[in-house]
């Protein structure tokens, strides 16, 4: 059961967290971004959406736990690359209005999506133990 909520975690920030931070005037709805990049932004919020609702049905109704916990890799490493390469292409993490998301000191996003990965790593450790057959 722990397995399976630590899984949950990772997919309900990517999923529903991210989605209620950026539907707002600071990234779909920015007069100042391009109306072609508010698209993507969208474009992405409904795909990871969609995806964290599968990784969902994989974890609580079929018991897939691997899979689940690969999507959540995915989409968060996704993230993680694009933060860690931003200044080859000239992404920020900061706000129109100066501002970061921070907690503990570190941006939100990062934090989070670590967080989302580590939790997704020990959930697979702990399948693994029980259910070693499925490698």
Do not use: C
């Amino acid at each position: 059961m722990i397995a399976k909520l630590f899984v949950t975690i990772g997919i309900i920030f990517y999923a529903v967290v991210v989605p209620v931070l950026e539907i707002n005037e600071t990234h779909v709805f920015n007069p100042a971004w391009e109306p072609h990049a508010r698209l993507h932004e969208v474009w992405q919020l409904f795909t990871n959406t969609a995806i964290g609702v599968f990784s969902l049905w994989l974890v609580w109704l079929k018991g897939n736990l691997r899979l689940s916990s690969l999507l959540t890799v995915f989409v968060t490493g996704g993230f993680l690359l694009a933060y860690w390469l931003r200044q080859s292409y000239g992404g920020s993490m900061v706000l129109t209005d100066g501002s970061e998301k921070l907690i503990l000191g570190v941006n939100l996003g990062l934090f989070a999506y670590v967080l989302a990965i580590l939790l997704a790593a020990i959930a697979v450790a702990i399948d693994w133990r029980k259910r070693p057959e499925l490698l």
